[in-house]
């Protein structure tokens, strides 16, 4: 699949959609810390009231929570970003390897790299990557 046209676009996005999201996750510790430093200047300036240090806390626990709550979503909405953008290429490799498949009339085949141990037998890489067109 790795050779397929457009996988490097695919792979690009998966890129540029995981900094934005890293990014995202910066943004919001580097606001929450700005918060808690505020929130420590407050409280050791005996200025505040024990109801306003007690807002304050509350809310610094609030984006705590989203933060983690942020942080525990990212590698779900990695994985479905992945399957979304690889979907369609392991669509077109599946439906290449069954018409191969078909055409010889194969009764398996097996991804090499999954084995541990196979007696030698016919390659179809060659003629999967001539149905999709592949160098």
Same mark, same amino acid.
């Given at each position: 699949m790795k050779n397929m046209p457009g996988i490097d676009s695919?792979?690009?996005?998966?890129? !540029?959609?995981k900094a934005e999201l890293q990014t995202m996750a910066e943004q919001m510790t580097k606001e929450f810390q700005d918060k808690?430093? =505020?929130f420590?200047?407050?409280a050791n300036s005996n200025n =505040?009231?024990?109801?306003?240090?007690?807002?304050?806390?509350?809310?610094?626990?609030?984006?705590?929570k989203r933060i983690q709550e942020f942080s525990?979503?990212? !590698? =779900?909405d990695l994985a479905d970003k992945q399957l979304e953008l690889?979907?369609?290429?392991?669509?077109?490799?599946? =439906?290449a390897i069954h018409k191969i498949a078909n055409a010889h009339s194969y009764r398996y085949v097996f991804d090499i790299s999954t084995l541990l141990f196979y007696a030698?037998?016919?390659?179809?890489?060659d003629?999967?990557?001539?149905?999709?067109?592949?160098?």
């Open positions: 695919a792979q690009t996005i998966m890129v !540029n959609y808690q430093t =505020a420590e200047q407050l =505040a009231s024990p109801a306003i240090l007690k807002i304050r806390q509350e809310e610094l626990l609030a984006m705590y525990q979503s990212i !590698n =779900a690889l979907e369609p290429f392991q669509t077109k490799l599946l =439906a030698p037998g016919d390659d179809l890489t003629k999967v990557k001539t149905e999709l067109g592949i160098p």
